[in-house]
Each structure stands twice: as structure tokens, then as C-alpha cells.
């Protein structure tokens, strides 16, 4: 699996969208980092000291040194009871398996489950902030629970904020943009 660096061009027809870096790690509960023209910066990977299944998706804020979390983590990892051993977003295994903002503040995200109606590719405003199962993210079929609670049973803070949802039928391998 390639790797872009800065200055590859994601697309060769009329320029790159609002996307100024993109590297994918994969591996794991898959991975990655994806860096918005306005230097927002969405981090995937797995939560750190635990084997459970679930993928962690973090964004934080512009700015230089030390950055701060933009809300609380995308729930992929979450569980649908505080301190419950049901996964909202899969059973056994799945994974990011591509990040891309395709505006300043937009993020795709690649998302491949065996909860097969979850599997497709997600779209989020890391500039507007929901809590999971609120009024501004009601449980949907892309959105599963309500609240969402982290490994340890508590329950997921405002985070950004789901947009939409295009489910897939096969493995969402990676995510391309054309303005």
C-alpha cells in the first residue's frame, strides 16, 4: 500500500481539493492521518492499551505545538450500554481504511465492519460539535446508539459532527474526491 506525501497530487483534473497532506498507515484496527488545508488533523487508529475491537478516530484543532482534541473521538469503538461489551459499529473486526478531508473542515472516512448495514464511507464537520443519539445526531442506521459510551462506560462527549452516510456492500478500500 502506497503512502502520499506532501505535494503528490490526489487527483489530476482541476486540482487538489482542500486537503493539504494525506498519509495512510493501516495495520491494526487500521489507521492513519489525514491534514486539512486549515490545519486540522483527523488521527485513526486503536485505542491505546486495549485489544477491544473498534477503531478510534480523533480530529484536533489548527495551531502549532501541542494540538488540541477537536471534541470528543468519533465513536467507532463505542458500545451501545455504559460498561457494556455490545459494540455499537462491529461484532469482531473492523477498521478505518481511509481518511480524507475533501474540504477545509469535511472529513471522509472509510469504514469496513462485519455489522455489513454499518460498512460504507462516512462524512463529518470537524467545525460543529454533536453529542451521539442528540438532536443534532439522532441514531440513524449510520449511527447506532444512543448515547455512545467509551471501554471504560463513559458516555461520548460532543464530538464532530456526522454529516452523512454511503453505505457500501463491498470493503470501502479508499476515498477519492472530484470538486
Not at 505545538?65 to 477537536?70: H, I, N, S, V, W
Amino acid at each position: 500500500m502506497g503512502v502520499l506525501q506532501r505535494g503528490d497530487r490526489a487527483d489530476d483534473a482541476g486540482g487538489s481539493p482542500d486537503s493539504s497532506d494525506f498519509t495512510y498507515g493501516g495495520g491494526g484496527s487500521g489507521g492513519g492521518i489525514a491534514v486539512s488545508s486549515t490545519g486540522y488533523v483527523a488521527v485513526g487508529g486503536v485505542v491505546a492499551g486495549n485489544s477491544a475491537q473498534g477503531p478510534l478516530v480523533q480530529v484536533y484543532g489548527p495551531g502549532s505545538g501541542t494540538r488540541a482534541l477537536q471534541g470528543a473521538s468519533i465513536p467507532f469503538y463505542g458500545t451501545t450500554t455504559s460498561g457494556g461489551a455490545t459494540m455499537a459499529y462491529c461484532t469482531v473486526t473492523c477498521f478505518i481504511t481511509s481518511l480524507r478531508f475533501i474540504t477545509s473542515h469535511k472529513l471522509l472516512i472509510g469504514f469496513q465492519t462485519d455489522k455489513t448495514a454499518l460498512q460504507g464511507f462516512y462524512l463529518y464537520d470537524v467545525t460543529s460539535l454533536n453529542t451521539p443519539g442528540s438532536p443534532g445526531q439522532p441514531v440513524t442506521a449510520s449511527q447506532p446508539c444512543n448515547p455512545c459510551y467509551d471501554l471504560n462506560g463513559n458516555a461520548f462527549g460532543a464530538g464532530p459532527a456526522q454529516l452523512g452516510f454511503f453505505h457500501t456492500t463491498n470493503h470501502p478500500l479508499g476515498a477519492a474526491f472530484h470538486p
